[in-house]
């Protein structure tokens, strides 16, 4: 017989997956996470490692764990890290026991990270990555989102800028590709291919034995 109450198909256990966000710098992937944080509590920020310099209002071991090259080149040497990359002339990286143990708690886990993170995480754990691609609506509005947000110099914005064409043609490295015009629009989205990504039948590791109690019933 089937015991109802260990047998409810929303409870059974999920196979946790990596959900990667990825954007030219300013298109929004950052206020994207936050609200994905915020609004639920089964995903996890993977806090990552870098060499930059904190910007103002940053803190360490929540924005970043921010550290210095050598011990990143250790950390890397030592295989802590899932994945590395360079970025705008400095390094940064996953580091591999906060995602496991998360993983391992039945979390899924948010990755805020590059198109070279996003290829090496695939390359890791291949069906269990979603990869997301967050686009701006125009060249024009990611430039005025970079003065917006008034996090960098002249000089780091343009920088930026003159890279964001380039890290746009790596938009086909990923399983969806969304527009952030309107910020609520674009969430609701993100939300959405979560909640479908959480319901494949590869996800739900409980599924054989439910569907055979509920044959043999
Ligand atoms: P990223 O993490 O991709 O570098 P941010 O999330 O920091 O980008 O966003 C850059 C700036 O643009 C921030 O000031 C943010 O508030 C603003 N922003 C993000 N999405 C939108 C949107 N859809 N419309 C207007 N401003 C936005
Ligand atoms: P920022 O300096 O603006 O915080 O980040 C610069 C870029 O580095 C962003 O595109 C961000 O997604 C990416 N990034 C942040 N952490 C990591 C990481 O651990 N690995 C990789 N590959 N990229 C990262």
Known sequence: MVDSNTHKPHELARRGLLFV??????AGKSTLSRMLLDADEKIALSVSYTTRPPRPGEIDGVHYHFTDVPTFKQMAADGDFLEWAHVFGNRYGTPKAPVEEKLAAGCDVLFDID???AQQLYQEAGPDVVRVFILPPSIEELERRLHTRAQDSDAVIADRMSRAKSEIGHWDGYDYVLIN??????????????AAERMKRRRQKGLIGFVRDLAAT
């Open 115 to 117: 198109w070279q993170g």
């Open 181 to 194: 015009d309107d910020i609520q629009a674009c969430f609701n989205k993100v939300r959405q291919i979560l």
């Open 21 to 26: 966000l990825s954007s030219p710098s300013g």
